[in-house]
Nanobody
Framework: QLQLLESGGGLVHPGGSLTLSCSASGFTLGRYDIGWFRQAPGKEREAISCISGRGLIVNYAKSAKGRFTISRDNAKGAAFLQMNSLKPEDTAVYYC?????????????WGKGTLVTVSA
C-alpha cells in the first residue's frame, strides 16, 4: 500500500527556515514524481513545487521560486522541501503527493499534511 508521510512542520518566525520531509512506503519512490502543495485556511490548495522521479526536472510556483528548494533521495525513500525566508503568508498545511507525472491538481496519492505556521 502506497503511503506518504509529511514531517518537519512547526512554528517559525518570519524570515526563518524549515525543511519538510515526505517519507514514502509501500512503493518504489523513484518511479514517481513528487509534488508539494499547501492549503492555507479558507483558501484553495496551491501547487508549490514538483520534482521528477530521478530529480532531473523541478518546477516551482511563483510564490516559491527563489525561496524554496525541492529535492529527493530515492535511496532513502524521501523527498524534501527546504523553505527559506518564510513569510506569514506561507502559513498553511503542506502536503506531498506522488504520481507518475507532476500535476498542479489531481495527483493520485497524498499524505495527510504537516502544519507550517509563520508568525512573530
Amino acid at each position: 500500500q502506497l503511503q506518504l508521510l509529511e514531517s518537519g512542520g512547526g512554528l517559525v518566525h518570519p524570515g526563518g527556515s524549515l525543511t519538510l520531509s515526505c517519507s514514502a512506503s509501500g512503493f518504489t519512490l523513484g518511479r514517481y514524481d513528487i509534488g508539494w502543495f499547501r492549503q492555507a485556511p479558507g483558501k484553495e490548495r496551491e501547487a508549490i513545487s514538483c520534482i521528477s522521479g530521478r530529480g532531473l526536472i523541478v518546477n516551482y510556483a511563483k510564490s516559491a521560486k527563489g525561496r524554496f528548494t525541492i529535492s529527493r533521495d530515492n535511496a532513502k525513500g524521501a523527498a524534501f522541501l527546504q523553505m527559506n525566508s518564510l513569510k506569514p503568508e506561507d502559513t498553511a498545511v503542506y502536503y506531498c503527493a506522488a504520481d507518475l507525472f507532476c500535476a498542479t491538481t489531481g495527483m493520485e496519492n497524498w499524505g495527510k499534511g504537516t502544519l507550517v505556521t509563520v508568525s512573530a
